[in-house]
């Protein structure tokens, strides 16, 4: 599976990508600081050096049990040499390397790991280089937050889970249609909702008609921290039988304190 993405560094579009779970940045994109009109070029002239084919050799033997050392040891040798020449197609098809990926279509051009773009990049400018490094740096800062703000609202998803069990088993009557069910299974999470953001779910989509999803999902990762707890603690408060009502204050009540510890928020006011 193939994810693309990009990064600006100096004023240039870099494009990135992930395959398989790694990392690739445009090595052709980066070759276009030193020759706009042919890229693959630059590229090809870089992969002619014998320092080069020295470096891809020695960082696949380092990450890719399946590189072939036998057409490494030919490459190496006439590397250097007037009539050698070398394509990336040409080199990850011999040798089974993983550390540069040609691609066609739209998003096409020749991709390296982050080690191997970053040599290539050195090769360009040492400059570039240094500006590369910190903008792929904050794209994976980025990504890492993201990924705590998914695996929060994972975690709230899988209480709400546990949230709607408490409900079926306690507040639903056993004769009840699907339709009565899914009815008291949303003003329960009304409750949670109006007890951390003020509003129902509705009051929400009614007040942002231009926004997808729910209210939910523009949540920050500290009222969904919040909300997560607040989940179980209201499983807790139904099976204990505690009234709708009473729950309500009681949840505003520990949000507004949750909130308070986890980001010094003074605005909020209890539910009269």
Known sequence: MKTKDEIIVNNMAIKTMKKDGMDFISITDI???????????????????????????????????KFNPLEFEGFRKQAGLNAFTLSPSKWIDATQAIGLH????????????????FEFATWISVEFRLYLVKEFQRLKTEEQKQLGWSAKRELSKINYRIHTDAIQHNLIPKEVTSIQAGLIYAEEADVLN???????????????????????????????????????????????????????????????????????DNNRHLLK
Do not use: H
């Open 31 to 65: 070759a276009k600081l030193k020759n706009v009109t042919d890229p693959n070029g630059v590229v090809a002239n870089w992969m002619r050096n014998r320092n080069t084919i020295e470096f891809l050799g020695l960082w696949e033997s380092l990450y890719n049990p």
């Open 102 to 117: 040609s691609q066609a279509g739209r998003y096409g051009g020749t991709y390296a790991q982050p080690d191997v773009a």
């Open 194 to 264: 109006v007890a951390l953001f003020g509003m129902t779910a509705k009051q929400w989509r009614d007040a942002n008609p231009n926004l997808t999803g729910n209210i939910r999902d523009y949540a920050t990762i500290n009222e969904l921290i919040c909300l997560s707890n607040m989940e179980s603690l209201n499983s807790v408060l139904i099976n204990d039988g505690v009234p709708q009502g009473e729950r309500l204050i009681k949840l505003n009540r520990i949000a507004i304190q949750q909130m308070l510890v986890l980001q010094g």
